[in-house]
T-cell receptor
Framework: GQNIDQPTEMTATEGAIVQINCTYQTSGFNGLFWYQQHAGEAPTFLSYNVLDGLEEKGRFSSFLSRSKGYSYLLLKELQMKDSASYLCAVKDSNYQLIWGAGTKLIIKP | GAVVSQHPSWVICKSGTSVKIECRSLDFQATTMFWYRQFPKQSLMLMATSNEGSKATYEQGVEKDKFLINHASLTLSTLTVTSAHPEDSSFYIC?????????????FGNGTRLTVT
């Protein structure tokens, strides 16, 4: 079957750095997405990786290793507004999006 | 760009009534739209894929006669929850992609919170 694993919850301190990991086993691979979802709101797109390596976008970076079936989202200079759930999703060989359960990130002052 | 508008943002209805939710792509055409449901503290669950001009494709376990989907144009898809019951109370979210390219992300509407009393 297809499976995406990410931690259920993480806690970090304002101003610090946090890394949210995602591992996947899917039938084929056509890219990995990270989304941010604040409570009670719809997800918003953060990043896309299809080749190995690091993609940097401001305070957020996303890394992919296809051989390991692994990705992480790195958040720097954490702000209170970064408190949200972070969803990892993979497009399989049929371009269907497979979603992880999400990681709830709690930022403490 | 790539804005998806969903209406209403919240609705309260009585058990047994029907509720229609609209999803529009405002600045792009979407041949395919996706309807998700999300229960509290759970991840997104794909309900169905809405295809313009043809029947929707429903995920296993989703009743097509209860959740009616109509994709009447390249910018509009509707989801009608028929004979709603309290267990249908959930957060319903539509999404669409502005391109069929693999790297094109899904853009989400703001969601509709349905409460059935």
């Amino acid at each position: 079957g297809q499976n995406i694993d990410q931690p259920t919850e993480m806690t970090a301190t304002e101003g610090a750095i946090v890394q949210i990991n995602c591992t996947y086993q899917t039938s084929g691979f056509n890219g990995l997405f990270w989304y941010q979802q604040h409570a009670g709101e719809a997800p918003t797109f953060l990043s896309y990786n299809v080749l190995d390596g690091l993609e940097e976008k401001g305070r957020f970076s996303s890394f992919l290793s296809r051989s390991k079936g692994y990705s992480y989202l790195l958040l720097k200079e954490l702000q209170m507004k970064d408190s949200a759930s972070y969803l990892c999703a993979v497009k399989d060989s049929n371009y269907q999006l497979i979603w992880g359960a999400g990681t709830k990130l709690i930022i403490k002052p | 760009g790539a804005v998806v508008s969903q209406h209403p943002s919240w609705v309260i209805c009585k058990s047994g009534t029907s509720v229609k939710i609209e999803c529009r792509s405002l600045d792009f055409q979407a041949t395919t739209m996706f309807w998700y449901r999300q229960f509290p503290k759970q991840s997104l669950m794909l309900m169905a894929t809405s295809n313009e001009g043809s029947k929707a494709t429903y995920e296993q376990g989703v009743e097509k006669d209860k959740f009616l989907i109509n994709h009447a144009s390249l910018t509009l898809s509707t989801l009608t929850v028929t004979s709603a019951h309290p267990e249908d109370s959930s957060f319903y979210i539509c999404s669409a992609s502005s391109s069929d390219r693999g790297n094109s992300p899904l853009h989400f509407g703001n969601g509709t919170r349905l409460t059935v009393t």
